[in-house]
Nanobody, 115 residues
Framework: QVQLVESGGDLVQAGGSLRLSCAVS????????MGWYRQAPGKQREPVAT???????TYEDSVKGRFTISRENAKNTLYLTMNALKAEDTGVYFC?????????WGQGTQVTVSS
């Protein structure tokens, strides 16, 4: 059973920073890609940043230059470093891993940015 557990969400003022972590129960190299998604209140879940097992990254336009996705292979952990946070970054952030034909999701962590 694959498990992904997010942590690091918090209440932060606009302009502040947070680092989210996603601990994975197996080697992150077993996933062809991993990513962070967020779901704002009343909105659909949307991709924020993704990384392939080759290290290629993509970012949603509104977070480019502010967010960085990274991984620590030895700890089987995926990170999302978020700087210059804005009120519109508020939402529940989910970690997702894609392995073969299956997607695996964590339970989410709440990020609230006060303006």
């Amino acid at each position: 059973q694959v498990q992904l557990v997010e942590s690091g969400g918090d209440l932060v003022q606009a302009g502040g920073s947070l680092r989210l972590s996603c601990a994975v129960s197996r080697s992150i190299f077993s996933f062809s890609s991993m990513g962070w998604y967020r779901q704002a209140p009343g909105k659909q879940r949307e991709p924020v940043a993704t990384i392939t097992n080759f290290g290629s990254t993509t970012y949603e336009d509104s977070v480019k230059g502010r967010f960085t996705i990274s991984r620590e292979n030895a700890k089987n952990t995926l990170y999302l470093t978020m700087n210059a946070l804005k009120a519109e970054d508020t939402g529940v952030y989910f970690c997702k891993g894609t392995r073969l034909t299956s997607d695996y999701w964590g339970q989410g962590t709440q990020v609230t940015v006060s303006s």
